[in-house]
């Protein structure tokens, strides 16, 4: 059984950073491409950044130049640096495995396999 788990999530404030990770148990991150996604309260669920098994990235529009998505096979465990962070970021963030190379574009019913959830605010 794949089982994903966040941490790093918390409260900041504009303009400052966390990094999130996902750390894996039950297979290998190098068999996975991986995505984070987030959700606002009343908004719908949005890809943030994915990663490629050959580790291509990619963001959405929202958060290119300030997130960065890596991973780090032999830990099986994917990352979120956040950066220069906005109110709008503020969400619960979750990562998410897919049984395909790439996850660019993949929308989130096509993962197999979802994390709790972690928590991000920020404040102005």
């Known amino acids: 059984q794949v089982q994903l788990v966040e941490s790093g999530g918390g409260s900041v404030q504009v303009g400052g950073s966390l990094r999130l990770a996902c750390a894996a148990s039950?297979?290998?991150?190098?068999?996975?491409?991986m995505g984070w996604f987030r959700q606002a309260p009343g908004k719908e669920r949005e890809g943030v950044a994915a990663?490629?098994?050959?580790?291509?990235?990619s963001y959405a529009d929202s958060v290119k130049g300030r997130f960065t998505i890596s991973k780090d096979n032999a830990k099986n465990t994917l990352f979120l640096q956040m950066n220069s962070l906005k109110p709008e970021d503020t969400a619960m963030y979750s990562c998410a495995a897919a049984w395909y190379n790439s996850c660019a574009s993949r929308p989130a019913n096509k993962y197999n396999s979802w994390g709790q959830g972690t928590q991000v605010t920020v404040s102005s």
């Open positions: 990663i490629d098994r050959d580790g291509s990235t």
């Open positions: 039950g297979y290998s991150y190098s068999n996975y491409c």
